[in-house]
Each structure stands twice: as C-alpha cells, then as structure tokens.
Antibody, heavy 122, light 107 residues
Framework: QVQLQESGPGLVKPSQTLSLTCTVS??????????WSWIRQPAGKGLEWIGR???????NYNPSLKSRVTISVDTSKNQFSLNLNSLTAADTAVYYC??????????????WGQGTLVTVSS | DIQMTQSPSSLSASVGDRVTITCRAS??????LNWYQQKPGKAPNLLIY???SLQSGVPSRFSGSGSGTEFILTISSLQPEDFATYYC?????????FGQGTKLEIK
C-alpha cells in the first residue's frame, strides 16, 4: 500500500515562498499506477484542490493559484514537491499530498499523507 | 470552475439510522464523482469513487448513486465510527473541486 509523508516548514513569513515535499513509500512514484496531487484545508474549512503532476512532469493547477504555484517531481528520490510563492495569511492551512488513482471513469484521491500545518505569519 | 453543493451542511442522526447526503454539480459531470470521510485531525479517506464504486476496505453500509448533476451518498445503518464530515469531489474538469462538506453529528 502506498504511503505518503509531507515535510517542510511549519511557519513561513508573508511574501515568502512555501516549499513542501511529499515522500512516497510502498511503491515507485514512477509505477504509472498513480499520479500525484496537493490539497489544502484552512482550519475549520473545506478542502481546496491545488494541483496535480504526472511522473512525466506534466502538471495542472487550480486557476485560483496558478500564478503562484509550482509542483515538481523527483523520481530518483520518490518525491514530489509544492512551491507556493507570495504567501499571505490566507495561505495558512493544513497541506496534504495524495496519490490519485483512476478507475470506473473517475480519478480519485486514493491515498493521503497525514497533512502538515503551515502558518503564514511574521 | 464546477461548483459542488452538498446538502445538508450538517445533520444530526442516531446510531442505526439510514442517512443520505446529496451533492449537486453546477454542470453535468457524468459519473466523475467521489466521496470522502474526514474525522477531526485526520486526512480524508476515500469511500466511493466513480459515483457508485465502493473503495476496497470500506464497509458495505456505504453506497453511492447518481450521475450527471445529482449524486447521493447513503449510509444504510449508522455506526458510532461514522460520525464525521463527508465531502464530495468532482474529477470531470480542472480544478477538481470539492463540496463544502456535510458534518454528521450524533443526535
């Protein structure tokens, strides 16, 4: 079973760039069985899809974040990463990475990391 | 973006009750609809994908139905561990938007 673990700073200053890494275990990130996504959730609020990356490097982003976000993959380390720049307090949230499977005509967030809380504050 | 609207936003029920949660899409999404359960302090957990397919390991009391713009999650007989927040998500178009969530509480 695929397992995911987010890592990165818990506190980032406004206007700076957030960098998070998701380490995948229990299988190769290049297996082709999944693609990889980031999702976030402000405290007490709902889920927001940030974007996705295929192991080919092809990406799609939420248009609301597209100008500030970059997702990349490092197959040699079995990791993928999220960079989000020009941070404001509104970016304070729990950030999740996930493995996305597809079947039955839909793609779904099959496995999730435990989440990492990122606070944007000076 | 496709807007996903869940109803109700919150729901009180008792152990053993049959519960339904509705998710409506702002345009047709065929069967590109997933359901997740989230407990406090935990990551969401996939319950149903492609509108009606039960994820492996999920109890059979959970079921999903619908296509197009209206979808339903049914819990046939509530168990104590089912009290949580439920989210629908469409994967028809980018961004893969979520509903606002339905909080299921103990009556």
């Amino acid at each position: 079973q695929v397992q995911l673990q987010e890592s990165g700073p818990g506190l980032v200053k406004p206007s700076q760039t957030l960098s998070l890494t998701c380490t995948v275990s229990g299988g190769s990130i290049s297996s082709g069985n999944y693609y990889w996504s980031w999702i976030r959730q402000p405290a007490g609020k709902g889920l927001e899809w940030i974007g996705r990356i295929y192991t080919s490097g092809s990406t799609n982003y939420n248009p609301s974040l597209k100008s500030r976000v970059t997702i990349s993959v490092d197959t040699s380390k079995n990791q993928f990463s999220l960079n989000l720049n020009s941070l404001t307090a509104a970016d304070t949230a729990v950030y999740y990475c996930a493995a996305v499977g597809c079947g039955g005509g839909s793609c779904y967030l099959a496995y999730w990391g435990q989440g990492t809380l990122v606070t944007v504050s000076s | 973006d496709i807007q996903m609207t869940q109803s109700p936003s919150s729901l009180s029920a008792s152990v053993g009750d049959r519960v339904t949660i509705t998710c409506r899409a702002s345009q047709s999404i065929s069967s590109y609809l997933n359901w997740y359960q989230q407990k406090p302090g935990k990551a969401p957990n996939l319950l149903i994908y492609a509108a009606s397919s039960l994820q492996s390991g999920v109890p059979s009391r959970f079921s999903g139905s619908g296509s197009g713009t209206e979808f339903i999650l049914t819990i046939s007989s509530l168990q104590p561990e089912d009290f949580a927040t439920y989210y629908c998500q469409q994967s028809y178009n980018i961004p893969h938007t979520f509903g606002q969530g339905t909080k299921l509480e103990i009556k």
